[in-house]
């Protein structure tokens, strides 16, 4: 009786042994079936990136819109596509332009609205120096703003827009230029050495890297062409 009931509780647990493999191995199929399986939040991901790019051909609107629906798509990226004015603001700057007054010759004159798209549409022109364009400006609010900001004197410039005035800093460096037209603004804001440009060093400045003035109002007069340019391109 013991060897009988012995050999029984051997059978049955040899029994509950293989029923939990065979439980443990459908368990891990399921897992490695689900691993192997795209979530859903990747699938809309991808998705999103292959309509983004689909709906966004070269410069159109559809860059801006679609961008944010791709996961980890820059945004700078987009921003210039997205800004309609700025092709048309940027291309009134002719390289030939840029040139009369750089020192290192451009091919292009690119644009960018930045890191996003803003509310009164203003973007920049890259020629070789910043070229900020404000089109909607119409009670000149950006234009004095900035131009207090400089905490410089104006000096007039005649034959730009409806008024044209450049500053210089009582420090070493070249002039910035703000124009108004109608409802847009055009600064220009070099931000490089004075060597950068074609102006005339003054050898008494002292830093040794200073203007004449002379030289700043000549090539301050020369550089709000830029910004004459822009205005004809907007219709300003």
């Known amino acids: 009786m013991f060897r009988l009931r012995s050999t029984l509780g051997i ?40 309509a983004a790019s689909a709906l966004a051909p070269n410069g159109g609107a559809a860059a801006t819109s679609a961008a944010p629906a791709a996961s980890g798509a820059p945004a700078a990226a987009a921003s210039g596509q997205g800004e309609p004015l700025a092709p048309i603001g ?20 690119t644009f960018s609205s930045g890191f996003g798209v803003y509310p009164d549409h203003h973007f920049e022109c890259d020629a070789g120096m910043r070229v900020d364009v404000y089109p909607q400006d119409s009670n000149k609010g950006q234009y004095n703003a900035d131009l207090t900001a400089e905490n410089a004197p104006p000096n007039p410039l005649s034959g730009v827009g409806d008024v044209a005035v450049y500053t210089l800093a009582t420090l070493e460096g070249m002039p910035d230029i703000y124009a108004h037209k109608g409802n847009v603004t055009c600064e220009i804001l070099p931000s490089s050495t004075v060597t950068d440009y074609k102006v005339t060093v003054d ?19 020369k550089a709000a062409g830029l910004c004459t340019g822009v205005f004809t391109a907007l219709k300003a």
Request: glycine share 8%; proline share 4%.
């Open 203 to 221: 050898p008494n400045s002292a830093f040794g890297g200073g203007i004449t003035k002379d030289s700043a109002a000549a090539w301050a007069t």
């Open 90 to 109: 940027c291309g009134g700057i002719t390289t030939a332009m840029v040139n009369a007054l750089v020192t290192t010759p451009v091919t292009s004159v």
């Open 11 to 50: 059978a049955l647990g040899i029994s509950l042994v293989a029923l939990n493999l065979a439980a443990c191995s459908k368990s891990g199929s399921a897992k490695a079936n689900t691993a192997s399986t795209p979530s859903t939040q990747e699938t809309t991901s991808t998705a999103a990136t292959t």
